[in-house]
């Protein structure tokens, strides 16, 4: 049986669990669709996703369309887990897009959609609640053709949208006059089979040449499909279902090679053991193999797959497969299986904007704390645990209020501890101006000997660690242990912010003669001496996050709108008028997006509306903020030797 990963992507409320909740039922996976405001569907099965209504983690589900297996994850739409979407993207073959054919276009949908774009995944536009009081057709896709894709084709035809009956007829491949010249023309742009036919005038083109066209480009990224429905009718669904194995790719699973894959979530068992979410890309895992996961060898001694909705104990996986593996207890979300990989991850989406202080009511509990926290940051990495060793305070990195709420509700269901949070600090960021160079001797203060030299990097490159030298002029040991300590310092800069866009060159290596006498240790000791030296020799600069806005609101406000969020230093873009309605974009500091929200019910009358997505970030003018210091602090050498020994 063939195998195909896609995910369900959409902005909240869109309807994207009620979309997979659809096609498990046209699958013949559940007897009966759930709902989510009865918190009964198939994937929110966490008892806070029942009660908020709201997908917090991603989940798993199979069902089978004629002889093809689609393995289909549900992903979070609201923006504060965002990063559990980023996890799932690097495993799917294609994707639905849901759109709420009331609101459009959202904030969120592009985001997701420019992403999608980027990875080449291959994409569906699904258009779902067509059933539901102003639904809209032709200017949606007007919408969606000047939002996401001005390569977009309908696939049918809706009757009666916005009423309880409205439903979706299919072209079933027979295009339709109007809708065929058009389709041909863009096709015949990427097509030179295609545009030989349509450059000679006497001859007319198949249907079937024109469908085979169109799913070649979609499964190159070039095409996206559209369909109209409803996910509480169903209407729709049959043709959504012949549209995922038509127009999205079916990879050839390549069983024959080394064992290849990735570690995309984590969750913890009844046992309190760890259940790795994996995706098998190349070769057959067994049960019992030892692989090579991230850096470390591991046994595996269980795996599951999934199959008609649920997972079931298997002796092997496949390339191709979501498998959930047990006996990995060191792996980490990003892991690779089975292969070494010592490239930077590249984050896809925004990181975290803001960061929180969390405390256990009850002092006595804050080792508990830190046990439960460090097991939820298996799940969520972007959490980002700082802890003070001195003053023993937690910093948690957090998208936004709701995952603060998830966060504080799943601490007392799961763990029964009961926490407060500090009021929450936009996360700032350092970038190094220029060069720097610094250099230790051994034998003091420690026995090792580095010199390291600091200078920019590209923006979007992350930061690198590399040599001048050869392998083999020093232990991979004491490399291994300076790039580490590297890795640690540059979280907290000259003005306690991580460090980004960072180059890290080793110049200056122990000689031979030390070597017996030296340690991994005295070089991760002294490492963070030497680069912060560096450091403050090239100097930083501290950057604040910017977000883009949309802001939806009457027109006869759109005014008093701009006149303030100009005040928080906004920057709008030339407003677009639809009806009576107001649409305002632009860009704004991060720091000045609460007070807008806080403004615009009062400016609008109670009728704006305002979603943000990150756009990038600039340099902070004036005085930099400095955030408190939970390390050793190497930018003070006394005080540092005297924490470190």
């Known amino acids: 049986m063939k195998n195909l990963c896609i995910g369900i992507l959409a902005h909240i409320d869109a309807g994207k669990t009620s979309t997979t909740e659809q096609l498990l039922f046209k699958g013949g996976v559940i007897s009966q669709m759930g709902s989510v405001d009865a918190g009964n569907t198939q994937t929110d099965s966490l008892a806070l996703e029942q009660s908020r209504g709201i997908t917090i983690q991603s989940a798993v589900t199979a069902f089978t369309i004629?002889?093809?297996?689609?393995?289909?994850?549900?992903?979070?739409?609201?923006?504060d887990f965002i990063a559990e979407v980023e996890r799932v993207l690097e495993v799917l073959d294609g994707a639905i897009l849901v759109i709420s054919a009331i609101e459009g276009v959202q904030a969120q949908t592009r985001v997701l959609f420019r992403t999608l774009k980027r990875l080449r995944i291959p994409c569906i536009f699904f258009v779902n609640k067509i059933d539901r009081m102003g639904a809209r057709y032709e200017s949606l896709l007007e919408e969606i053709a000047g939002r996401l894709s001005a390569n977009i084709v309908p696939l049918g035809k809706c009757h009666h949208i916005g009423l309880p009956?409205?439903?979706?007829?299919?072209?079933?491949?027979?295009?339709?006059?109007?809708?065929?010249?058009?389709l041909l023309e863009h096709l015949a742009d990427h097509d030179d089979n295609l545009l030989e036919h349509y450059l000679n005038a006497g001859e007319t083109i198949d249907d079937a040449l024109i469908s085979r066209s169109l799913a070649t480009q979609t499964q190159q990224g070039k095409f996206n499909p559209v369909l109209f429905g409803s996910a509480i009718t169903g209407t729709g669904f049959d043709a959504l279902m012949d549209a995922i194995v038509e127009y999205l790719p079916l990879p050839k699973p390549d069983t024959q090679s080394p064992v290849s894959g990735f570690v995309f979530k984590i969750e913890r068992g009844n046992a309190n053991e760890k259940r790795c979410y994996a995706k098998i890309e190349s070769g057959i895992i067994r049960n019992r193999d030892r692989l090579r996961v991230g850096d470390k060898d591991q046994r595996i001694t269980g795996i599951e797959l999934f199959d008609k909705g649920t997972s079931c104990l298997s002796k092997s996986a496949e390339a191709g497969r979501i498998a959930i593996l047990?006996?990995?207890?060191?792996?980490?979300?990003?892991?690779?299986?089975?292969?070494?990989?010592?490239?930077?991850?590249?984050?896809?989406?925004?990181?975290?904007?803001?960061?929180?202080?969390?405390?256990?009511?009850?002092?006595?509990?804050?080792?508990?704390?830190?046990?439960?926290?460090?097991?939820?940051?298996?799940?969520?990495?972007?959490i980002g645990l700082r802890i003070d060793e001195r003053g023993g305070a937690l910093h948690v990195s957090l998208y936004g209020e709701v995952q603060r709420e998830v966060i504080e509700e799943t601490l007392a269901s799961q763990y029964n501890l009961d926490v407060e949070f500090s009021e929450s600090n936009i996360i700032h960021i350092e970038r190094p101006c220029g060069e720097g160079e610094a250099l230790e001797v051994a034998p003091t203060p420690f026995i090792a000997t580095i010199g390291l030299k600091v200078e920019p990097a590209s923006i979007g490159d992350g930061n690198a660690f590399g040599q001048i030298f050869g392998r083999g002029l020093v232990p991979d040991a004491f490399i291994n242990a300076v790039r580490e300590a590297v890795d640690t310092t540059l979280k907290q800069g000259l003005y306690g912010w991580a460090v980004h866009n960072c180059r890290v060159t080793m110049t200056q290596v122990i000689r031979y003669r030390d070597w017996a006498i030296s340690t991994a240790a005295d070089h991760r000791k002294l490492a963070p001496l030497v680069l912060m030296e560096a450091l403050r020799q090239a100097g930083t600069k501290v950057y604040e996050p910017i977000q883009n806005f949309y802001i939806e609101c009457p027109e006869n406000t759109v005014g008093n709108v701009i006149t303030k969020i100009t005040m928080l230093r906004a920057v709008a873009k030339e407003p677009q008028i639809r009806g009576s309605t107001c649409m305002l974009e632009g860009t704004i500091p991060a720091s000045k997006i609460a007070e807008v929200q806080l403004m615009l019910p009062n400016l609008t009358h109670g009728e704006g509306f305002m979603d943000t997505s990150f756009s990038h970030y600039e340099a902070v003018i004036g005085e930099y903020p400095i955030r408190k210091r939970t390390d050793n602090n190497p930018l003070n050498r006394k005080e540092y030797l005297r924490l470190i020994n």
Do not use: C
């Open 66 to 79: 004629d002889d093809t297996r689609i393995n289909l994850v549900d992903t979070p739409g609201h923006p």
């Open 165 to 182: 009956e409205a439903s979706w007829q299919s072209f079933a491949g027979a295009f339709p006059s109007e809708v065929r010249t058009e």
């Open 326 to 382: 047990s006996g990995l207890a060191n792996a980490k979300i990003g892991d690779r299986i089975g292969e070494i990989s010592t490239a930077p991850k590249q984050s896809h989406f925004s990181p975290p904007m803001l960061e929180s202080v969390i405390r256990a009511k009850d002092p006595q509990k804050r080792g508990q704390l830190y046990t439960a926290m460090s097991q939820l940051a298996e799940q969520d990495p972007l």
